[in-house]
């Protein structure tokens, strides 16, 4: 059964609260709320304090006046069949939001989208958290391994408008992805044509091929190691797996790479502790449709990613 508040409620801060994290007040004033809505609102604007807007870090002070807004709790049954905790975690996830776009960090090991055996992904999810946006679409894709920004359109006009800065190479996609060996810094550019082939289990693997489509990734040292290389990787065009797959042809796979990766390294960075391809989306620059602003986001690294270059650096001879 879905409950809501009827009203929108003022409420005043005595000395018992004050000190208390605007988030974890709303946590003790609205039980049964999902913390993920909590956020929501407040991200939004919808929570005041003295009429003004806050951020979930604001520490309360006596006499505050709180607007807290009237709070629909949505009925379990309206989310996929897929644990509540994982989808609700998504909303912690957001860089941005506005009413034009989403940028997400988007965690490694979550499709963006469901299919080929899974019942959702990312967009299921942001749809099933955001039951009042009539129009939600992914703008780009990322590998299910792969973490970092990604974005998704909120309209139709502004599907379209980052649509044509993707097929005018506009928009700017920057990964970061540890290699095996020593990158060689007088290889900025990879060029090599991509065939994608889908076997017959659905596994999609792509080659470099003469009959392929054009691909061109550049790339940057960011940091050296003793057995690897920190490399940022910014893909020119938008292939499927591209990255994985020019770093791999160059002679330096990333890190834990299941399809393109290589076993004697792959072991070293297991043993080290990573669980993971070593593949993050850390910058995206884009022109926003409506502000008509540039902006530039960035996604922090994963800290699992950070703990093993932690243990690489003080590793390194």
């Known amino acids: 059964m879905n409950t809501s508040t009827q009203q929108v409620r003022l409420l005043v801060i005595d000395a018992e609260q004050e000190g208390q994290r605007i988030d974890n007040y709303l946590k003790t004033q609205l039980k049964g709320v999902p913390k993920s809505l909590i956020y929501r609102i407040l991200r939004k604007g919808e929570v005041r304090v003295n009429k003004k807007r806050i951020k979930p870090e604001y ?4 006499g505050d006046e709180v607007r807290v807004p009237p709070v629909r709790v949505a009925e379990p049954n309206e989310l996929p069949s897929a644990k509540l905790s994982s989808i609700q975690a998504l909303e ?28 959702f992904g990312v967009i299921e999810a942001l749809r099933s958290l955001r039951p009042e946006s009539r129009f939600m679409e992914l703008v780009h ?35 970061s992805a540890l290699v ?40 940057h040292i960011l940091k050296r190691f003793a057995e690897a290389t920190l490399v940022e ?6 292939r499927t797996h591209q990255i994985r ?18 076993a004697t390294f792959d072991g070293k960075m297991r043993g080290l502790g990573l669980q993971r391809l070593f593949l993050h989306a850390s910058r995206l620059t884009f022109r926003h449709p409506v502000e008509q602003k540039d902006m530039t986001m960035e996604a922090p690294l994963d800290p699992h990613l950070q703990a093993l270059l932690n243990k690489l650096d003080s590793d390194k001879s």
């Open 59 to 62: 520490k309360l002070i006596a």
């Open 233 to 238: 990787a910014s893909p020119i065009t938008g």
């Open 92 to 119: 912690a996830m957001i860089l941005f939001e506005d009413d034009a776009l989403i940028v997400l960090n988007k965690p490694a090991g979550m499709a963006v989208h469901g299919g080929s055996g899974l019942s």
């Open 141 to 175: 894709r990322l590998d299910r391994d792969t973490s970092g920004c990604l974005l998704i359109a909120k309209k139709r006009s502004v599907l379209k408008s980052l649509h044509e800065q993707l097929r005018l190479k506009t928009m700017r996609k920057q990964y």
């Open 245 to 262: 797959v020019h770093t791999a042809h160059a002679g330096h796979p990333i890190a834990c790479d299941d399809k393109y990766g290589e």
């Open 180 to 219: 095996r060996g020593q990158w060689q810094a007088h290889v900025k550019v990879v060029n090599a044509p991509l065939l994608k082939n889908v076997l017959q289990s659905g596994e999609r693997i792509v080659r470099v091929n003469p009959e392929g489509k054009p691909s061109e990734t550049r790339f």
